[in-house]
């Protein structure tokens, strides 16, 4: 980013401020002098706070995020919508409509509004219409366009907003203060540069310094967006890289030659060979356990039959001499029954 020079600012005629009775005492810190009843500013100071600005909007274009430029004065309207359009930024040229950013949702409608009306024209609705609506649509468009038609692009909020002169833009300057959006601003004798947070004392009325810190202040947010392109750019490459690199990872590139093959085919054969080895021996055994087992069923199914016999025979023997004792007690007690 190339720094602006004192000289650049003097021929410029940067340094002229406004009449003594017209000042503001909040300038006293920038002014340098006083001449024939008009004050002079530090263009030393113009020098500092600029690249100040510059950096702070350089930040802001790197994020990614919208500056929304004003200047609805003649000398000032064209040289801004030249070079802010060159950048992409949205601007205001034309009257600042009330509540553009307090009262955001309704200036979107009025986009919508204009961009429906676009789209009528591509489907084919715009031929069902009479020669009334069509003329009162074009109407509408162009009031549009010439209002809305450099912020249609503004989806939110702009996240800084840059003014050229702060007493004709005062109700811009009002609504970014009551929505804390970060001010820019070129600020000349007859304003108030505490009103701004990043303040630019220089003339404001001449073409040629307004032109001059346009430049400058478009150059720094050109930069933020080609740095945000290259880093935007570096991530998607890192990304890239890092893919390939998973990929080699789990598939190497290495080629098989015809002697890594040999020796692929021979291990491949020993394992085979061993395969089978296993196989023949877990076969042999397998027929040696099933005796073994069929060998313990056997003599387990004998042991349970004895043990079967054993209990029958002591359960007749039992029974056997229950009965005994049963008859010799019913012939005690006939005997007995005789001989009464």
């Known amino acids: 980013m190339s720094k602006i020079t004192f000289d650049e600012l003097l021929e410029a005629g940067a340094h002229f401020g406004h009449l003594k009775a017209k000042w503001n005492p909040a300038m006293s810190p920038y002014i340098f002098q006083e001449t024939r009843g008009i004050h002079i500013i530090d263009l030393n100071k113009t ?19 919208k500056i929304l430029f004003v200047a609805t004065k003649k000398q000032a309207k064209d040289i801004l919508s030249s070079k802010v359009s060159e950048i992409n ?9 009330g509540g553009m950013l307090t009262n955001f949702q309704t200036t979107r ?65 009002n609504e970014s203060r009551k929505l804390n959006i970060p001010t820019f601003a070129i600020v000349d004798t007859n ?20 032109s001059l810190i346009l430049d400058h202040i478009c150059a720094a947010v050109k930069e933020g967006l080609q740095e945000r392109k290259e880093a935007k750019n570096a991530k998607d490459e890192a990304k890239k890289a890092s893919k390939e690199a998973v990929k ?19 291990a491949s054969k020993a394992e085979k060979v061993e395969a089978t080895a296993e196989t023949k021996e877990i076969k042999e055994a397998v027929p040696t356990t099933k005796k ?9 199914k004998k042991a349970t039959t004895a043990k079967k ?19 010799t007690a019913s012939k005690k007690e006939v005997e007995a029954e005789t001989e009464k």
């Open 309 to 327: 016999t054993t209990e029958t025979k002591k359960a007749t023997v039992k029974k056997a001499t229950t009965t005994k004792k049963t008859t």
């Open 89 to 97: 930024m949205p601007f205001v040229t034309e009257r600042w409509t």
């Open 292 to 300: 073994a087992t069929t060998a313990k069923k056997t003599t387990t």
């Open 47 to 65: 020098i500092s706070s600029l690249d100040l600005a510059c950096s702070a909007m350089k930040q802001i274009a790197k994020s990614g995020k």
């Open 109 to 173: 409608k009025s986009i919508r509004k204009m961009t429906s009306i676009d789209k009528m024209k591509t489907d084919g609705t715009w031929d069902t219409l009479n020669k009334r609506e069509k003329l009162f649509k074009t109407r509408q468009r162009e009031k549009l366009q010439k209002n809305f038609g450099s912020i249609s692009d503004m989806t939110r909020q702009p996240a800084a907003i840059f003014i050229v002169d702060i007493l004709k833009e005062h109700i811009a300057l």
């Open 191 to 210: 304003s108030n540069p505490k009103l701004i947070d990043f303040p630019i004392p220089a003339n404001d009325d001449a073409t040629k310094s307004i």
């Open 248 to 266: 080699q990872e789990a598939t190497p590139e290495t080629k098989a030659t015809p002697e890594t093959k040999a020796v692929e085919d021979v």
